[in-house]
């Protein structure tokens, strides 16, 4: 793995304090000029009608881009929404260091003026991610982890740094977020009443902020329909950082930027395979689907 841009500390040190600067910066310049300010014709949809896009996404992952590209001689970028643009970008995954962008992670949230949204910075090796920041403007808070190194919180109005460890205790109440979007439907309608009926579910709407949640050991779990690279190379390194584990729910495979199919995050392996057994129990036909 070609970790060794992280293994030194005062590097560490560099590269939180950039990518810090930089995602305070955007959300300041762009998307919090934009929020509760967003016209009409600032939005629109991508993939459904209920995947939107707006003017704020687009320049604020533009000034990251521009501002991220040739850091740690990295020049090789993965934004959402060029992503989008590009379609096929598998190409681009599977390469020594490359930079992961999401430049507004619950962008639902974000237009119709609700707090859970957040900014997403990741870097990934060979598929992996090593190194992952999420900045959540509204709540002051700036989280990131380090492959074997720890995830940590800032309290951005203070400073004050606190490492993020999920408790190893085990807890009859499941507590959680996530959905099914992204699983066929003929398995997800079974799927999602399972959730609803088995587990204490929450919809967050921000994949970034269930990650801060369950870190928090606010939550207990999240599960997930389908994997983005942009969304889930933080959730899947911070988790693990604080001690959860994050697998793909269908055959229990460890997560790279290239998987497809749905994932699970979870405080600790017990719960993990409570909720895997309670939604997905063995005899669901959904555990044979070959993505």
């Given at each position: 793995?070609?970790?060794?841009?992280?293994?030194?500390?005062?590097t560490r040190s560099e590269i939180i304090a950039f990518i810090m600067n930089l995602l305070i910066n955007v959300n300041k310049k762009i998307i919090l000029h934009y929020y509760k300010n967003l016209k009409s014709e600032d939005i629109s949809t991508k993939t459904s009608n209920d995947d939107f896009v707006s003017i704020?996404?687009?320049?604020?992952?533009?000034?990251?881009?521009?501002?991220?590209?040739?850091?740690?001689?990295?020049n090789d970028i993965l934004g959402e929404e060029t992503a989008f643009l590009q379609k096929k970008y598998d190409k681009y995954l599977d390469i020594p260091l490359l930079w992961v962008v999401d430049p507004i992670d619950g962008t639902k949230n974000y237009i119709n003026g609700k707090e859970n949204f957040c900014s997403m910075i990741s870097l990934v090796s060979f598929m992996v991610p090593i190194a992952t920041f999420i900045y959540c403007p509204l709540k002051h808070k700036f989280v990131y982890a380090f492959k074997n190194f720890g995830a940590y919180q800032v309290d951005t109005n203070t400073n004050i740094l606190s490492q993020l460890l999920i408790n190893p205790y085990k807890?009859?109440?499941?507590?959680?977020?996530?959905?099914?979007?992204?699983?066929?439907?003929?398995?997800?309608?079974?799927?999602?009443?399972n959730l609803?009926?088995?587990?204490?579910?929450?919809?967050?709407g921000s994949a970034g902020i269930e990650t801060i949640m369950l870190a928090n050991n606010e939550i207990q779990f999240i599960f997930h329909g389908r994997v983005t690279p942009w969304d889930?190379?933080?959730?899947?390194?911070?988790?693990?950082?604080?001690g959860g584990c994050v697998y793909m729910a269908i055959n229990k495979d460890e997560f790279n930027i290239k998987s497809k199919g749905s994932i699970l995050a979870a405080s600790n392996v017990?719960?993990?395979?409570?909720?895997?057994?309670?939604?997905?129990?063995?005899?669901?036909?959904?555990?044979?689907?070959?993505?």
């Open positions: 793995m070609n970790d060794i841009s992280i293994q030194n500390n005062k704020a996404d687009k320049k604020s992952e533009k000034f990251i881009l521009e501002h991220l590209k040739g850091f740690l001689n990295v807890s009859l109440k499941l507590i959680g977020s996530g959905g099914t979007k992204g699983i066929p439907e003929n398995y997800r309608k079974s799927i999602l009443n609803r009926t088995s587990t204490e579910r929450l919809f967050i889930h190379s933080p959730m899947d390194l911070i988790t693990k950082e604080a017990q719960i993990w395979n409570n909720i895997r057994d309670l939604i997905i129990p063995s005899d669901n036909p959904y555990r044979k689907y070959k993505n």
